[in-house]
Each structure stands twice: as C-alpha cells, then as structure tokens.
C-alpha cells in the first residue's frame, strides 16, 4: 500500500506543479481537447496507460 501512496503522491506533484508553473497554458490545452475527436483522446489515453504501466514495471523491477 505505501507503494500505492507514493505513487499517487508523486502524481499530484506533477499534476500539481503543470498547474502551478502554467496556468495559462493548461486553459488554452483545455480550450483545444474540446475539439479534438474522442477516437484521438481514446488512443492517447490508451497510449499513456501502457506507458505508465510500462514505467511501473521498470520501477518495480529496479531499473
């Protein structure tokens, strides 16, 4: 579970800190995936997520 923790914690710094250094820039980002189609957002979702598991991996492994 603390693993869990961390890695949600780690999360919200990042996510965070997006929000903290460029406020502007995450509007104007809202503003254009308004208009993107759901088969891109779909497909970039997808993508993140292997990546993330691919990094989850790596970092269990100790890589």
């Known amino acids: 579970m603390s693993f869990w923790l961390s890695v949600i914690g780690v999360v919200c710094v990042i996510e965070g800190g997006i929000y903290f250094i460029s406020p502007q820039g995450v509007k104007e980002l809202s ?26 991996y790596l970092g269990r492994r100790g890589l």
């Not at 503003?31 to 989850?56: D, H, N, Q, S, W």
């Open 31 to 56: 503003k254009r995936i308004l208009f993107t189609p759901e088969p891109v957002l779909r497909r970039i979702g997808f993508l993140m997520m292997v990546v993330g598991l691919i990094l989850a």
